[in-house]
Nanobody, 125 residues
Framework: QVQLVESGGGSVQAGGSLRLSCIAS???????MGWFRQAPEKEREEVAI???????IYANSVKGRFTISRDKSLNALYLQMNSLKPEDTAMYYC????????????????????WGQGTQVTVSS
């Protein structure tokens, strides 16, 4: 299983943009990958998922504002976040598991156990 390191978080005003990056220690070609977030006193939640074939899934709360993408040549996963809202404030984490059949947040959270430090996103109103 690859090791992942997140970066790119920061503090922005509502309506602003940030781009998160997640760099893997090895090839991500066969991985189901995703971004998750956890706000204080809340459960970790799915933000966006991307399968090995490029199919994507987004949480309803971020559809139309966030875009997940990957660059297999750089072993990198990205999350472009536009039109940020205060409720997007959270610690953001990336995760990845080898994709055997389908890709979803359930698959990732069931099999991924190397959650890192994450990267903090703070959106002020």
């Amino acid at each position: 299983q690859v090791q992942l390191v997140e970066s790119g978080g920061g503090s922005v005003q509502a309506g602003g943009s940030l781009r998160l990056s997640c760099i893997a220690s090895g090839s991500i070609s066969t991985y189901c990958m995703g971004w998750f977030r956890q706000a204080p006193e809340k459960e970790r939640e799915e933000v966006a998922i991307i399968g090995a074939g490029g199919g994507t899934i987004y949480a309803n709360s971020v559809k139309g504002r966030f875009t997940i993408s990957r660059d297999k040549s750089l072993n990198a996963l990205y999350l472009q976040m536009n039109s940020l809202k205060p409720e997007d404030t959270a610690m953001y984490y990336c995760a990845a598991v080898i994709q055997n059949t389908y890709c979803s947040s359930v698959v990732i959270t069931a099999h991924y156990n190397s959650w890192g430090q994450g990267t903090q996103v703070t959106v002020s109103s």
